[in-house]
């Protein structure tokens, strides 16, 4: 199995469009298995509209709770709570209260309130999915509002998917990955064997690209680069590609801007099975032929 993740250092360079549509030629070849590691924002559903097939909760971390009718209002858990995170009685609110986005569940409170009146429980941060797409098996995820640990639950998504891959000796595994840097992309990197990195000529493209360029470069993975609307400004096309090229980054291809990206859209299809012709489409189809002959070396 070969694992092919998407990754941008900034979100809105055509990441998730371009895995639906390397999905969508992609399954003209191989059956593969699909990943959507953007748990935060994940999107890759609304353009493969695949069918749930199974739901399964994710715990996130522990939050603490108070009983009042033990609590003695003595402020002991005010004082010793490091986050701020419990609230003392107010004009609004006549008991001690936890404000939750706060609560780090570090436990404090709980051990050093006097009348045992905190518990601490794991809270249900999101849940993931197993979903049936017309390109593969999706395994997708969402992560609620405020909450932590998007990390786990993409290495929770991921390898539910290379589970699947194994037992099905399924050749490809594709990961729309997260954006930026952080823990999710970390998680949404490991054991990949190609980050395909889609940047823009836009003023900060060399600087986020160098910064996602370091971070698939520490965990060892080959990355590849690709030009979205290239041609909207060809003045910093060509300083990413001198840019790439003195760091010996293989590059992908340019995607032209094509108003077919943005009607695919709000079709809700990949580019190239709503437009097969559009120049976009074609650009894409040479990009795949470039990744398939990078992970066949
Ligand atoms: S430490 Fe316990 S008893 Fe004291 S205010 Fe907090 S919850 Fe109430
Ligand atoms: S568990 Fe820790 S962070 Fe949460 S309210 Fe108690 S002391 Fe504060």
Not at 14 to 34: C, E, F, N, R, W
Request: aromatic share 6%; hydrophobic share 40%; glycine share 8%.
């Amino acid at each position: 199995m070969k694992q092919i993740v998407v990754l941008s250092g900034k979100g809105g360079t055509g990441k998730t469009s371009l895995t639906a549509a390397m999905a969508h030629i992609a399954a003209d070849q191989h059956t593969l298995v699909l990943a959507d590691a953007d748990v935060d924002a994940a999107n890759l559903e609304i353009l493969l509209k695949p069918a749930k097939l199974e739901e399964f909760v994710f715990t996130g971390g522990y939050k603490a709770e108070i009983d009042n009718d033990r609590c003695t209002k003595c402020g002991i858990c005010f004082d010793v709570c490091r986050f701020n995170a419990v609230i003392p009685p107010d004009s609004s609110e006549n008991n001690y209260r936890i404000d939750k986005i706060s609560c780090e569940g570090c436990n404090s409170c709980v051990y050093q309130c006097p009348e045992n009146a905190i518990t601490s429980e794991r809270t249900t941060a999101g849940a993931w999915f197993v979903s049936r797409s017309v390109y593969g098996t999706l395994y997708h995820a969402e992560m609620k509002a405020g909450e932590e640990n998007s990390g786990k639950l993409v290495t929770t998504v991921k390898n539910a998917a290379i589970s699947k891959c194994t037992e099905l000796d399924e050749p490809i595994l594709l990961v729309d990955g997260p954006p930026g840097i952080g823990c999710p992309v970390i998680a949404a990197c490991a054991g990949a064997d190609l980050a395909v990195i889609p940047t823009e000529p836009g003023v900060s493209a060399i600087h986020d690209l160098s910064r996602i360029l370091k971070t698939v470069k520490h965990f060892g993975i080959t990355p590849a680069v690709c030009i979205n609307r290239s041609d909207i400004n060809p003045d910093k096309t060509s300083e990413i590609e001198k840019f790439c090229g003195e760091d010996g980054i293989p590059l992908l291809g340019r995607i032209p801007y094509d108003p077919a990206v943005t009607r695919s859209m709000s079709k809700g299809l990949p580019v190239n099975a709503f437009d097969p012709s559009a120049p976009a489409s074609i650009a894409i189809s040479r990009i795949w032929e470039a990744i398939s002959s990078l992970i066949r070396t």
